[in-house]
């Protein structure tokens, strides 16, 4: 076995990263050893909810304590609420970060759930989700109630998880009318209003009261991408806000007219209110030091008469985002520790069958054909921004979508055209694969462009990523399309062949290519598992993260796996030819690999964001949820391209790099989102 001093240090300093992060990361977590944080499960009534229990050292059932439970959005997890969590616990709040069913670790159980449309799947989890979480804190020893039996607990959540605190807070004092005891003392929403409750009869009125005399908040963000609009505005939701003078804010505050933001307000029930407003978007709330601070000093003001259960730490003394820092780190030292095993591995018996030579670098067009080169790689960055509204917004069929359409017929004919020209004047088989190629890829992008696809909401469960599979594939048929009628065109004429494209057909090295990935993956999920185990650590930024999972996700990932699996296979490819030149060596290569696969969507990041803080609305104004799903778009194509890069250096082919990054974004893709029907 040879393994080289180079992957040797590599796989040290990615384990030291690791370690050092997780270790960190895990130090902060607990309020620097003054919480105790478990991951805890139980039955919530409709299934099994799990959470992280993030418990202060001195409380007890002698010693009960104020509690919060915190959750996050639609297609997220309890990691979401790490900022809330961590800065309300060190300040003597128990609490719960809760992943709410059908996310993270947490299952709704579908016996009483047959309805398989989008709103049967999407209704159950979070209006269920919080309030069963409440039933079950209630009954915790640990947790403070007053004399009369009223539990001192408080509810927020992110999006969805802010419309299930609003539910809970309903529901709550729908039973108090039948018990006289009131569980859920104060709720605080985030980047949610009452649009989607109110499909349950929650609207502002109904809410306004449902108070109960409770003390109530919002945080509304001003660039919120969903919420908080103008009811006379109209021409989509990405734009500014100002909640507090819209009518349902004004209801909310009990205010005959436009309310100030961030000042509280007394309601009639006896309780207080108040709307914060900061300056972000929809996915900033729960990175921001801005709206921790609110939170802190929402349930400060909140349980002011227990305060001296609590710790007096101001709201902007805040240590969260040392925990994200370290878990950043750890990130990239779990990537890192996959380009190491994956090294290590293809020097094994068996696993290098995997390698099929090195890849000799080309000497690159020069003169007419290098501007040619260039500008039909500009045209491969821009067409995934191009073409992002109308494939994740519009779907199979619409209009838009429909030049493509045309596009894949073109090509087809095109690719026969060149078939039978190859026949004629008998130019070998490289010729008649990059004809092949080149109709089918174009038929494909024809048929996928005409017809929607991912609707079954049975088979393909993952109901967020659908709209994410619908682009990836026609990206990946619009590059198979490119990269053919490319190699048709110039690169035959040149004499290139399939091989200078990474692209080795024999089946030994391709099942090696299979097994490496799959070896890697499950050694460097391990290591994950074990920092999760002893730490409470994934490796994330942002929204964007490596985490744990459950068993019942496998076949979601296998179900789509394809999908990606083609994507990955074609983006390998053209990462391959495209930097495996002799002007590309070094940092320039991996600067263009990450430009082929993430570019589009940074450029359309760009334009969606600077257009909507300097014009107030975003060039996309009905791209929300499609925009906010690109964010963690961007650094999983930019590390795709990176193991891309590295690993077909190493094994002169594809296969290898493009199974790992299929089976490993896949599974952190199934691993982040909701997944019904488990």
């Not at 921790?292 to 002011?304: H, I, K, M, N, R």
């Not at 083609?566 to 053209?574: C, E, H, P, R, V």
């Not at 030149?581 to 969507?601: D, H, S, V």
């Amino acid at each position: 076995m040879n393994i080289s001093k180079k992957t040797k240090t590599l796989l040290c300093i990615a384990l030291a990263l690791i370690l050092l992060g997780s270790a960190l990361a895990g130090l902060f977590n607990t309020g620097v050893a003054a919480v105790k944080v478990t991951r805890i499960r139980f039955d919530g009534g409709h299934g099994t909810l799990s959470g992280l229990l993030y418990m202060p050292k001195d409380a007890s059932a002698s010693n009960p304590k104020p509690t919060v439970i915190v959750t996050h959005g639609y297609l997220n997890s309890a990691e979401m609420q790490d900022a809330n969590a961590i800065e309300l616990s060190r300040r003597g709040f128990v609490v719960l970060a809760l992943d709410q069913y059908d996310h993270g670790h947490s299952a709704l159980s579908r016996e009483n759930y047959s309805d398989t449309s989008f709103f049967g799947l999407w209704l159950p989890f979070w209006a269920n989700s919080m309030n069963d979480a409440v039933q079950y804190m209630y009954e915790q020893p640990y947790v403070f109630k007053d004399a009369d039996g009223n539990g001192m607990i408080g509810v927020t959540g992110h999006s969805m998880g802010g419309f299930s605190s609003t539910l809970a807070m309903a529901f709550d004092e729908m039973q108090y009318a039948q018990t006289g005891v009131r569980k859920v003392c104060c709720g605080l929403s985030e980047g949610s209003d009452f649009s989607y409750t109110a499909f349950v009869g929650v609207d502002a009125p109904t809410a306004d009261m449902l108070g109960g005399g409770r003390t109530m908040g919002k945080v509304c963000a001003q660039y919120d991408e969903f919420f908080f609009n103008d009811p006379t505005v109209e021409g989509g939701t990405v734009r500014h806000k100002d909640y507090v003078s819209t009518p349902d804010g004004m209801t909310f505050l009990q205010q005959t007219s436009p309310a100030k933001a961030n000042t509280w307000y007394d309601t009639s029930d006896g309780g207080k209110r108040i709307i914060y407003e900061p300056a972000q978007t929809h996915p900033w709330n729960h990175f921001s030091a801005t709206t921790t601070g609110f939170a802190v000093s929402f349930y400060q003001t909140a349980f002011a008469a227990q305060s001296s259960l609590l710790k007096d730490i101001a709201p902007e003394k805040q240590v969260w985002q040392w925990k994200e820092g370290f878990e950043c780190v750890a990130l990239v030292g779990f990537v890192l520790l996959i380009l190491a095993l994956a090294q290590i591995l293809i020097e094994l018996p068996f696993f290098k069958l995997a390698k099929t030579g090195e890849l000799a670098a080309q000497p690159g067009p020069t003169g007419g054909k290098r501007v040619a080169t260039w500008l039909i790689l500009i045209v491969a960055i821009l067409l995934p921004a191009i073409f992002f509204t109308p494939l994740m917004d519009g779907g199979g069929g619409s209009p838009k979508v429909m030049i493509l359409f045309w596009a894949g017929l073109v090509a087809a004919a095109g690719g026969l055209a060149a078939l039978i020209l190859a026949l004629v004047k008998k130019q070998g088989k490289d010729a008649l694969v990059g004809s092949i190629c080149l109709i089918v890829s174009g038929a494909l992008l024809a048929l996928v462009a005409k017809n929607p696809m991912y609707q079954d909401n049975g088979v393909w469960t993952a109901l967020g990523v659908n709209s994410i599979a619908y682009w990836t594939i026609g990206c990946a048929l619009m590059s198979a399309t490119i990269l053919s009628a490319v190699f048709v065109c110039m690169k035959r004429a040149d004499g290139a062949r399939l091989a200078d494209y990474g692209i080795s057909l024999k089946p030994v090295a391709i099942l090696a290519g299979l097994c490496t990935a799959l070896a890697t993956i499950v050694l460097a999920y391990a290591v994950l598992w074990l920092m999760d185990l002893i730490f409470k650590a994934d490796f994330r930024i942002w929204t964007f993260a490596f985490k744990t999972f459950e068993a019942n996700i496998i076949p979601a990932v296998l179900r789509y796996l394809p999908t990606f699996l083609l994507f990955y296979i074609i983006s390998t490819i053209g990462i391959t030819v495209n930097t495996n030149t002799e002007r590309l060596q070094g940092a320039k290569g991996y600067l263009l690999a990450i430009a082929l696969n993430a570019g589009g969507a940074i450029l359309w990041l760009i334009l969606q964001y600077c257009t909507l803080f300097s014009k107030g609305v975003a060039m996309e104004p009905g791209s929300a949820l499609s925009g906010i799903v690109l964010v963690a778009m961007v650094p999983t194509l930019s590390i795709a391209a990176i193991v891309s890069r590295n690993l077909y250096k190493r094994t002169g082919n594809i296969w290898t790099p493009a199974f790992l990054n299929a089976i490993l974004m896949t599974t952190m893709t199934m691993a982040n989102t909701m997944i019904a029907l488990r």
